[in-house]
């Protein structure tokens, strides 16, 4: 392992500034809005800001506050944030993102989950954080051959957390880090004391009499997995399929990567205007940074390939075993898709925490932070 500190040539930056003022904008329909994908007038705002008045520096040093390092696991770097808690028996906790977030999702809650005497909080609720960013995305980035998918990452993350010392710990993921978190729950249950998601994908398999006697709020969230696939999975079926066309165009061009990112925090985050009602402009920005000056856009976009995420796409028997680890499950009403808990309990067999907020998306620890702490420490609590 080694530590690493980020620091971005001026050079890229004089760069990013000048690119985007050279953008040749596409037209729009009159009074489309985000009908088609992300808004014109909003995208231009957005990227005046961020060539005129954002200030990557600023968030560097954020980032730079926390203990970082790289270390190479099957064949691969891997870049994490380790930070340690204060408080002796912490609890390890494993934090995973997916796409297209980053380990600036974390950012707000890495303070009260590692020192909560700090922040008004039980001293017993504190965890030591290992926040990794994916294999082919960010620091992380790019990979070099096919076939990171949520089994090999969860072997990586074991060997990680096996290097780090941590003999038991718990596992929290989000978006694809729900499919993570449960294979290492799998892979290592005798180290992992519980897993905590949110963002949790649950689909009927066709097994008979699985349909019966479903809630109204359950068939509602069917018909919105329905709208989904039809409206909202676009963004996947390209990178799932052409990922190397998509990435020219995410690579070659800031705005391009700024688009395509924004566009999926407008329809996966709880917001009604912009993104921004949701998440601060800076740090939807700071997140698009990310991908931007490690060119992962391709990296990243290809993970789609590894990624079921419906059952046309899994082979249920062996993508979907049931887990015996004890899981928590956290649903907000703007989740990119809501979890029926009796198809959740089909495939984690051991749910002990359930709760639905009435506010909140897909980021949740990026979009209601204390929120997302509250209901990890109350999960933990039954598992340390």
């Given amino acids: ?41 909003y995208l231009k705002e957005l990227a005046a800001y961020w060539r005129t008045t954002y200030d990557w520096r600023t968030h560097e040093a954020t980032l730079n506050s926390h203990p970082q390092f790289i270390t190479r696991i099957d064949r691969q770097d891997i870049h994490f944030l380790h930070v340690r808690s204060p408080e002796p028996h912490a609890l390890p906790l494993l934090l995973t993102h997916g796409w297209p977030s980053s380990i600036v999702e974390y950012l707000d809650v ?29 620091f992380s980035g790019p990979t070099h051959e096919a076939g990171w998918g949520s089994r090999r990452i969860a072997r990586a993350w074991a060997e990680l957390m096996h290097r780090l010392g941590y003999a038991r710990y718990g596992a929290q993921g989000g978006d694809w880090g729900t499919w993570i978190s449960r294979e290492l729950g799998l892979l ?45 999975y676009g963004y996947k079926k390209i990178q799932s399929t052409r990922p190397q066309t998509l990435a020219y165009g995410l690579t070659d061009s800031p705005v ?14 709880d917001c009604t205007h912009s993104p921004e009602d949701a998440i601060s402009r800076d740090r939807l920005l700071t997140n698009v940074m990310v991908y931007w000056l490690t060119q992962t856009a391709h990296s990243s ?84």
């Fill in 1 to 41: 392992m080694r530590p690493f500190r980020i620091d971005i040539p001026q050079a890229e930056l004089d760069e990013l500034r000048e690119r985007l003022s050279r953008t040749r904008w596409p037209d729009e329909l009159p009074g489309a809005g985000w009908r088609y994908g992300a808004s014109l007038g």
């Fill in 110 to 138: 890495i303070g009260p989950l590692t020192n909560p005497r700090a922040h008004g909080g039980d001293p017993a609720d504190a965890f030591h954080l290992i926040i990794p960013s994916l294999p082919g995305y960010g």
């Fill in 301 to 384: 976009s290809r993970s789609f390939v590894e990624t079921p995420d419906n059952p046309e796409q899994a082979d249920l028997a062996e993508d979907v075993k049931p887990t015996a680890v004890p899981t928590g499950v956290a649903v907000f009403p703007r989740d990119i898709l809501r979890p029926i808990r009796r198809f959740a309990e089909r495939d984690h067999t051991n749910i002990l925490h359930w709760k639905e907020f009435d506010r909140g998306g897909t980021f949740a620890a990026l979009e209601e932070p204390d929120l997302f702490i509250g209901d990890v420490r109350e999960f933990f609590r039954r598992v340390r």
């Fill in 256 to 269: 391009g990567q700024l688009a395509w990112i924004i566009g999926v925090f407008k329809e996966w985050t």
């Fill in 188 to 232: 290592v249950p005798d180290r992992v004391v519980g897993v905590h998601t949110n963002g949790l994908i649950t689909f009927p398999v066709g097994a008979p009499g699985e349909m019966d006697g479903l809630s109204d709020a359950d068939l509602a969230r069917l018909a919105f997995a329905d709208h989904y696939q039809r409206e909202l």
